[in-house]
């Protein structure tokens, strides 16, 4: 199971979306609408299908994805159909009256309840993060069970119609039977990721392809220059020292645009040069989930109360230190056992060792919607001089080096 979650989470396809342009017909008659999902851009997607960097060995790829719905407004008739053209698998989408109560009824995490007996994760200084039904829905290798040309999800307003994500093809499709009013989609995996979609009267114009097409074109093109900008911006070493005390070195575990339309996953920058006694401060990014870890650690586990214990290198849960756990509350499908994300070996700011992990982190974006959780940073202190590796257990690509002058 950890391997599927990892690949599904970390995967990037070079899928190239191109949307059909389909001629407007008559409101009588129902209409079938392409909107993307994420967009290629194969220059700054250097991963191949199974997730392995393009880039030679020691150069760490450019990894930009587009947290974004292409187009991000659409108007339909009801009866009509949208299709979502995914570009990449890793998004999980809902059509929904209400993204807040549909996100409720979904939830990707949840903080531990029993944080006052437990304690807090080490490495965020919050609750420990529960994996909700979300996360395994998504992440479970199996195909959604409608989204097909011969077999559509319904959104009827009864409530948010089935999640949809990537199976056998890249198309997942909804037909749109509701009252005229306005809705939205959105992604579970990416807060900010969301589009409005207005159901009209059926003799109101609504737009036709080509105009999604172009609008698209035009909405991707802005997006890659803002991707670009960002990634040379953060890309800089970035260090602060006031009057005689430490260096503080800034490193960011990925960049979220403010709009939160882009994700990148890199660590920017990548190597620092530091002394003994110099903090280096790593930034996650709003809106996806990363570890910063200097030893291999299972990014999930099971709780132990007081202590995680990680999945096992073949992906079996394993046994708590005292034996068969005790969860009272479990993480479906998986019940009784309640799974969570690694909670880190140190707090920030304590010295670097080998051992040196942050465990898993939310971005900040996520605690509107799953309160207690999300953080913003988490940090080490330079000790040993040498080079000093690490990564992100969910994005293994991700990879940097601290050296420790003496």
């Not at 420990?128 to 039904?133: D, T």
């Amino acid at each position: 199971m950890r391997a599927r979650v990892l690949a599904a989470i970390a995967g990037l396809s070079t899928v190239i979306w191109m949307a059909v342009p389909v001629t407007a017909a008559a409101a009588a008659s129902p209409q079938t609408f392409t909107i993307g999902v994420d967009h290629a851009d194969p220059a700054n997607q250097q991963l191949d299908a199974n997730g392995v960097p393009t880039t030679p060995p020691g150069v760490q790829p450019k990894v930009f994805e587009y947290t974004d719905f292409f187009t991000r407004s659409l108007k339909v008739h009801q009866g009509d159909t949208v299709d979502f053209r995914f570009a990449i698998p890793d998004h999980l989408i809902q059509v929904a009256s209400n993204e807040a109560a549909a996100r409720q009824q979904l939830p990707l995490f949840t903080p531990d309840e029993r944080t006052a007996t437990e304690g807090n994760a080490l490495g965020s200084g919050g609750p420990k993060i529960v994996l909700g039904p979300a996360v395994f829905l998504g992440f479970s290798g199996a195909g959604p069970d409608c989204g097909t040309l011969d077999n559509k999800c319904v959104f009827d307003g009864s409530g948010p119609s089935a999640p949809g994500f990537v199976g056998s093809s890249p198309d997942w499709l909804v037909q749109i039977n509701v009252a005229p009013g306005t809705y939205t989609y959105f992604c579970h995996l990416h807060p900010g990721m969301r589009g409005s979609l207005k159901v009209v009267p059926n003799n109101a114009a609504v737009q036709s392809q080509n105009q999604i097409d172009r609008e698209s074109a035009t909405q991707f093109r802005r997006d890659q220059r803002e991707a670009v900008a960002l990634y040379d911006e953060a890309n800089q070493v970035d260090a602060q020292q006031e009057n005689s005390g430490p260096a503080v070195y800034n490193v960011h575990v990925g960049v979220t645009s403010r709009d939160r339309h882009i994700a990148i996953h890199d660590m920017l920058p990548s190597k620092l040069s530091v002394k003994p006694g110099d903090i280096v401060r790593y930034h996650w990014q709003t809106n996806v989930i990363h570890t910063v870890e200097f030893a291999p650690v299972s990014p999930f586990g099971v709780d132990c109360e007081t202590s995680y214990a990680p999945l096992t290198s073949s992906g079996d849960l394993p046994s708590c230190p005292s034996g068969a756990p005790e969860f009272t509350e479990p993480s479906p499908p998986l019940a009784p056992f309640e799974v969570i994300g690694d909670s880190g070996s140190q707090a920030p700011g304590a010295l670097l060792t080998d051992t040196s992990d942050s465990g898993l982190i939310v971005g900040a974006s996520y605690a509107q919607y799953y309160g207690g959780l999300g953080a913003d940073h988490w940090s080490v202190m330079a000790g040993a001089t040498g080079a000093h590796q690490y990564f992100c257990a969910i994005h293994d690509w991700m990879t940097g080096t601290i050296t420790v002058g003496s």
